[in-house]
């Protein structure tokens, strides 16, 4: 009777709640989930793989006439939706974590692709009920947390280990049909050949998307660059900078982008890049200028600087040039393997009198 009654009141105001719950999620999510290498950030992602596995093993099954007893048969109508919401789940959190390592400059396509797969999730409902609509986002779903997380595992983080994560999804979706062959044999066997052509598909649009530096580099994450006077290295391994303020009329700005030079005065560049424990990588401080005649930018030199993850404001180095000329500059943190992880630009200038500067702590 309540059974009857709750499915009742979920029909009438199915929109509603939908909503509801889509907006709760995310918040959740975000106020939740908080490093790519915490036991509870990738439990969290883990169970909802568990349950999309599992919501769909369970509902090919049934559908195909097998698994008819009285507790499948209540739950069955709400099958999709678990499987619905466990895809959700999954997405929302690949928004946070990606967003977080991505520089739109570079990523922007993947991070819309994410968002369409979020957003649409709920246009998606019907498609549910079809077999290579679910592995295919099942794949999708795996590759793009195995991404992340087999970096964190293995405490390294290149093509190797991209290409590994491809293959452990491959494999994962393998077993997952594997074990589908046995309760939906039919339904496996009909979908077989769409499902191939689909998950390959897939497989080389991430691949392609990695090695042209679409997806973004996570597991690291920018936490600051900014251009600075100077900076030197305080007693308590923090470092004091000197930098101009930025002026009023710019929102969510407080350095100002314009670096006001006397004479032949350093630059300096400092940047915070958040990777998970024990992730030891290579980044780089690429600067650049832009050639009004050309049209582009010129890329100078390259500055490396190892960093060692853990540190939850992230790992801080820096960067100086001196006897920049006038004009525009920007400075980009990249990979050994050029994905850009962050770019701050800015215009130097030449001034007689030096700038009033602010002292501050990093």
Avoid: C
């Amino acid at each position: 009777m309540m059974v009857n009654k709750i499915k009742t009141f979920y029909v009438r105001n199915e929109r509603h709640l939908n909503t509801a719950a889509f907006l709760l999620g995310f918040i959740w999510d975000n106020l939740t989930l908080t490093r790519v290498d915490l036991l509870y950030d990738n439990l969290v992602l883990t169970s909802y793989l568990v349950i999309a596995g599992a919501g769909i093993i369970i509902y090919n099954a049934y559908d195909s006439g097998r698994f008819q007893n009285r507790f499948i048969s209540k739950i069955s109508p709400w099958l999709s939706l678990v499987i619905q919401f466990a895809f959700g789940g999954l997405f929302s959190g690949y928004i946070i974590f990606y967003s977080r390592s991505a520089s739109l400059a570079s990523s922007w396509p993947f991070i819309l692709f994410l968002l369409a797969l979020f957003f649409g999730n709920e246009l998606f409902k019907r498609r549910y009920s079809k077999l290579v609509f679910q592995i295919s986002i099942f794949f999708i779903a795996s590759f793009s947390y195995a991404i992340f997380s087999v970096p964190v595992l293995i405490k390294k983080m290149n093509a190797g280990v991209f290409v590994i994560s491809g293959i452990l999804s491959l494999l994962l979706v393998f077993a997952l049909v594997t074990v589908l062959r046995k309760f939906s044999p039919e339904r496996v066997s009909k979908s077989f050949k769409p499902m191939l052509f689909s998950v390959l598909g897939l497989f080389v649009l991430f691949n392609v998307s990695y090695f042209t530096n679409i997806i973004p580099p996570i597991p690291l994450s920018l936490k600051e660059i900014n251009v600075f006077h100077d900076i030197k290295r305080a007693p308590d391994g923090n470092y004091s900078v000197m930098f101009e303020e930025s002026p009023w009329y710019i929102p969510l700005q407080d350095i100002s982008h314009t670096f006001r030079r006397v004479g032949s005065e350093r630059v300096y560049v400092f940047s915070s890049v958040f990777a998970p424990t024990d992730l030891t990588v290579t980044l780089y401080h690429e600067w650049s200028y832009f050639d009004d005649k050309q049209g582009r930018w010129i890329a100078m030199n390259r500055i490396p600087f190892p960093i060692t993850g853990g540190q939850s404001g992230g790992y801080r180095g820096y960067s100086y040039k001196e006897q920049l000329f006038s004009g525009y500059w920007r400075v980009d943190v990249l990979t050994e393997r050029g994905q850009l992880v962050g770019r701050v630009r800015f215009k130097v200038t030449t001034v007689e009198k030096s700038p009033k500067l602010t002292e501050g702590t990093r």
